[in-house]
């Protein structure tokens, strides 16, 4: 099936969820209980120049970017309550950080070079200490201001794991990274830069890979065992949504917290860059039974097969539920908060012809947040005292869907009249164009955040703005 470049729309589930939001290695579940550490786990992560084989043999293989030599970056696991030492030394020619998307820790560790930390220079590197309060799915990518996009499209992304105290019980638990790539015909990566496409879409790529290698990705898994996929966005710029076929898929977590459990609606959820979802499926007990993870671009492309094969095992009869996380609000009390406004503008208009109209489109300045491009000497978009709750309307004034990251935080998303949120949390949210959401958090973590594009060519173009907790 040929991969093209055309995006889909988000696709709703339950009530909207349409706001939601080398290879990495396949382990085997349960795994063994560890005891707690006894001080820090210590690791080191070279980025460095490398090559890949995007493309099935025999393509010729992509000059990329890695992390102790694979791409994607190594699958980090720890257990909740753990810390993990990471230095990251920079081998490559530009300055980088490693943003840890969805980690609720310290302002300091939270990787945005050029905001949060210095960006770490070309042969410099820079020591990463990660206590995550919560545990979940982390999304790990090269993050600095104004030079995001290139280190990323290169492939420095990868999955922060952080295991619940007590596991799923699972057969297998499967971390699924998916990224894509503008190729030419020599399979070089496209140019990176201000293009017409930082006012439009973003830098789309022409070829998607799964764990950094051709889809489908599979999977052999015993028949009627009991799974957990672990999906995650990497991609520069690609909306896209996610079809699961030949079995039922159960969401236990969004953007790393864990949910009421709910199957998508018409077997389907939106994929922005940035979102993670944790599902658990038990496969069909008939041998060469199949499920797959559909990515719906153009007539569908298959991004994960699972294959029935092996001794069958007992169908799993215990509820696929996480438990809540303690560590979040229950509730936020809406009448105490304070209400602040994000207005998004700019970007190419769209014709009644549907052509792409980039006239008057300042290229450097394409976007902007309540008038302005992102600045860290700027003002902050809000500067409250910790513990105060916050509601986020988010004025999408623009002719395309624009999702966003809260740094540091997990919010709720509101219902339309006010009257209520649905039972999830994010850090991401997809605002449909030319339409106005509502999150809600309490700003309980101190520190200086942003609100940012997860659309890196949009982010580079300034379209994030930040908040200042004390």
């Known amino acids: 099936m040929n991969q093209t470049t055309k995006p889909c729309p988000p696709s709703p589930t339950r009530r909207s969820l349409l706001g939601a939001a080398a290879a990495l290695p396949v382990v085997a579940l349960p795994l063994p209980v560890r005891a707690q550490a006894t001080g820090p786990i210590s690791r080191r992560l070279v980025i460095a120049a490398g090559k890949a084989r995007l493309r099935p043999a025999p393509a010729a293989e992509t000059e990329i970017w890695t992390l102790d030599g694979s791409m994607p970056g190594p699958a980090l696991r720890i257990r909740h309550g753990e810390t993990l030492r990471l230095t990251v030394e920079n081998r490559i020619g530009l300055p980088v950080a490693l943003h840890w998307h969805g980690l609720r820790g310290a302002a300091a560790m939270d990787g945005v070079g050029g905001f949060s930390q210095a960006p770490i220079a070309p042969g410099a590197s820079f020591d990463y200490e990660l206590t995550p309060p919560d545990s979940g799915t982390v999304l790990y990518r090269a993050l600095v201001v104004g030079g995001a996009s290139e280190p990323a499209g290169r492939g420095l992304s990868g999955l922060l794991i952080v295991e619940?105290?007590?596991?799923?019980?699972?057969?297998?638990?499967?971390?699924?990274?998916?990224?894509?790539?503008?190729?030419?015909?020599?399979?070089?990566?496209?140019?990176?830069?201000?293009?017409?496409?930082?006012?439009?879409?973003?830098?789309?790529?022409?070829?998607?890979?799964?764990?950094?290698?051709?889809?489908?990705?599979?999977?052999?898994?015993?028949?009627?065992?009991?799974?957990?996929?672990?999906?995650?966005?990497?991609?520069?710029?690609?909306?896209?949504?996610?079809r699961f076929d030949g079995v039922k898929a159960v969401v236990v977590a969004v953007d790393g917290q864990p949910t009421d459990t709910f199957e998508p609606?018409?077997?389907?959820?939106?994929?922005?860059?940035?979102?993670?979802?944790?599902?658990?499926?038990d496969m069909p007990s008939e041998p060469g039974a199949t499920a797959v993870v559909t990515a719906l671009i153009g007539s569908g492309l298959p991004?994960?097969?699972?294959?029935?094969?092996?001794?069958?095992?007992?169908?799993?009869?215990?509820?696929?539920?996480?438990?809540?996380?303690?560590?979040?609000?229950?509730?936020?009390?809406?009448?105490d908060a304070r209400r602040v406004e994000m207005r998004i503008e700019g970007g190419?208009?769209?014709?009644?012809?549907?052509?792409?109209?980039?006239g008057g489109v300042d290229p450097e300045r394409p976007w902007r947040v309540n008038g302005d491009t992102g600045s860290v000497e700027g003002k902050p978009l809000f500067s409250v005292r910790r513990g105060t709750p916050i509601v986020l309307a988010i004025d999408n004034r623009t002719a395309f869907i624009q999702p966003f990251h809260v740094h540091g935080h997990a919010f709720r998303l509101l219902h339309p009249l006010d009257d209520g949120w649905e039972p999830y949390f994010l850090d991401t949210v997809?605002?449909?164009?030319?339409?106005?959401?509502?999150?809600a958090f309490i700003a309980d973590n101190p520190g200086r955040w942003l609100v940012s594009s997860t659309v890196l060519d949009r982010f580079d173009a300034g379209l994030w703005s930040w908040f200042e907790v004390t």
């Open 303 to 335: 991004l994960v097969r699972l294959v029935a094969e092996g001794p069958a095992e007992p169908a799993a009869t215990a509820p696929a539920a996480l438990q809540p996380n303690p560590a979040l609000p229950a509730a936020v009390r809406l009448q």
């Open 348 to 358: 190419a208009r769209v014709t009644p012809a549907f052509k792409l109209d980039l």
């Open 164 to 242: 619940e105290r007590t596991p799923l019980a699972v057969a297998q638990d499967i971390p699924l990274l998916v990224q894509d790539w503008l190729l030419d015909e020599r399979q070089l990566l496209a140019p990176f830069g201000r293009g017409p496409e930082t006012a439009a879409a973003g830098r789309l790529g022409s070829w998607l890979t799964v764990n950094g290698a051709a889809p489908p990705h599979r999977v052999a898994v015993a028949p009627g065992a009991r799974v957990r996929l672990r999906l995650a966005n990497a991609c520069n710029a690609r909306l896209m949504r996610l």
């Open 265 to 281: 609606v018409r077997a389907q959820l939106p994929f922005a860059p940035g979102s993670r979802y944790d599902l658990v499926v």
């Open 430 to 439: 997809q605002i449909p164009e030319g339409k106005k959401l509502h999150i």
